[in-house]
């Protein structure tokens, strides 16, 4: 089993570009989510999905979108990027019986905004 | 806002001592989890504790909560050389995962 994988690793962008960062797992979990680690701080929920056809917002969800078509991808948008997106991004996928279990976390995408 | 806080923000230790941290969280909660995250790399899953549990024990680790005081505790007995990590707490509350900014642990050699 691969896990939770992430692509790219790594991204510089302009401002005011869009880009796609993909995320995709293959243990069957319905719980997905995003998160961003600012530097010395902890992670933050983007979105989450606990299902396909499912998604919701977590605690900084403004200018990034989220679409759950398969169990297994997880893609975030980001619409318009600002230099405030630099960031770390993590994605995580866990099962789902009742609560969210133990997270399997992706290697994480570095993602510079200039 | 982020739910969870943990205290110490940072803690230096020798190896061989046990190590204690501290997380307190705002709101009620299904369970809580505990994290270690090595430098730049994603985070690793330590142990859970739900709601309606007191204690937990996963190898050197011991976890208790306190759903009354809102806080939980993570100890690290026997502490070596390769636990130096970021250490985190999160909490699950309706699906919605927040984390706490973390204790940094050194373990000193």
């Known amino acids: 089993n691969a896990g939770v994988t992430q692509t790219p690793k790594f991204q510089v962008l302009k401002t005011g570009q869009s880009m796609t960062l993909q995320c995709a797992q293959d243990?069957?979990?319905?719980?997905m989510s995003w998160y961003r680690q600012d530097p010395g701080m902890g992670l933050r929920l983007i979105h989450y999905?606990?299902?396909?056809?499912?998604?919701d917002q977590g605690e900084v969800p403004n200018g990034y979108n989220v679409s759950r078509s398969t169990t297994e991808d997880f893609p975030l948008r980001l619409l318009s990027a600002a230099p405030s997106q630099t960031s770390v991004y993590f994605c995580?996928?866990?099962?789902?019986?009742?609560?969210?279990?133990?997270?399997?976390f992706g290697p994480g995408t570095r993602l510079t905004v200039l | 806002s982020q739910q969870g806080e943990e205290d110490p923000q940072a803690l230096s230790i020798q190896e061989g001592e046990n190590a204690t941290m501290n997380c307190s969280y705002k709101?009620?909660?299904?369970?809580l989890q505990w994290y270690r995250q090595n430098s730049g790399r994603g985070l690793v899953h330590l142990i859970l504790?739900?709601?309606?549990?007191r204690e937990k024990h996963s190898g050197r680790l011991r976890v208790t909560l306190d759903t009354s005081k809102k806080s939980s505790s993570l100890l690290i007995t026997a502490s070596r050389a390769a636990d130096t990590a970021s250490y985190f707490c999160?909490?699950?509350?309706?699906?919605?995962?927040?984390f706490g900014a973390g204790t940094r642990l050194t373990v000193k050699p």
């Open positions: 995580a996928s866990s099962s789902l019986a009742g609560d969210v279990g133990e997270q399997f």
């Open positions: 243990m069957n979990h319905e719980y």
């Open positions: 999905s606990v299902g396909a056809g499912i998604t």
């Open positions: 709101t009620s909660i299904n369970n």
């Open positions: 504790i739900r709601s309606n549990e």
């Open positions: 999160a909490t699950d509350a309706s699906n919605d995962m927040r």
